[in-house]
T-cell receptor, first 116, second 115 residues
């Protein structure tokens, strides 16, 4: 079945440091890929998405590129802020349509802490 | 923000008791989902619904049942709670009209502790 693997955490950075969180996936067909962010005490929010190979999703300074050849969707940000401290989840949708619609498979999550 | 309300927000219950969690949406979305979040596992799908009275199992459905008698409400029931069901439960909804790439919108979760 489909699966998503994220780099082990937690990740601790100083403000303005460069961030990379690795994500690789296993899926049949042509999945869509997502990054979600969860702030303390809240539900998950969509951060960015990519729907086909070589697409780049971006939002709030974060970027991720859908790499079919390496089955990866790594999250990057050039300069993190304290407010970026959260849990980040990589996810995929199998895109099978019909009653498979919308179901997501999530990675285990990566805790990011940014210090001033 | 998508109008999703989960209740209760926190619940402590004893092993063997039944528990029902409620998800209420004001978006009139067709698709609704229940996930559980556990450390090291991310989010795992319990059950989902693709319409009123239309539901199906996810990857961790054992010990759970669901019902959807109205578009806006999706109930998750633990018939006889066990300690392994201690978790944070999230409801999510999906915008069917935008196709299968549409993101999920999540509620703020219910923290359930089974003692």
């Amino acid at each position: 079945g489909d699966s998503v693997t994220q780099m082990e955490g937690p990740v601790t950075l100083s403000e303005e440091a460069f961030l990379t969180i690795n994500c690789t996936y296993t899926a049949t067909g042509y999945p869509s890929l997502f990054w979600y962010v969860q702030y303390p005490g809240e539900g998950l929010q969509l951060l960015l998405k990519a729907t086909k190979a070589d697409d780049k999703g971006s939002n709030k300074g974060f970027e991720a590129t859908y790499r079919k050849e390496t089955t990866s969707f790594h999250l990057e940000k050039g300069s993190v802020q304290v407010s970026d401290s959260a849990v980040y989840f990589c996810a995929l949708s199998d895109g099978a349509g019909g009653t498979s619609y919308g179901k997501l498979t999530f990675g285990q999550g990566t805790i990011l802490t940014v210090h001033p | 923000d998508a109008g999703i309300t989960q209740s209760p927000r926190h619940k402590v219950t004893e092993t063997g008791t039944p528990v029902t969690l409620r998800c209420h949406q004001t978006e009139n979305h067709r698709y609704m989902y229940w996930y559980r979040q556990d450390p090291g596992h991310g989010l795992r799908l319990i059950h989902y619904s693709y319409g009123v009275k239309d539901t199906d199992k996810g990857e961790v459905s054992d010990g759970y049942s669901v019902s959807r008698s109205k578009t806006e409400d999706f109930l998750l029931t633990l018939e006889s709670a066990t300690s392994s069901q201690t978790s944070v439960y999230f409801c999510a909804i999906s915008e069917a009209s935008r196709g299968y790439n549409s993101p999920l919108h999540f509620g703020n979760g219910t923290r359930l502790t089974v003692t």
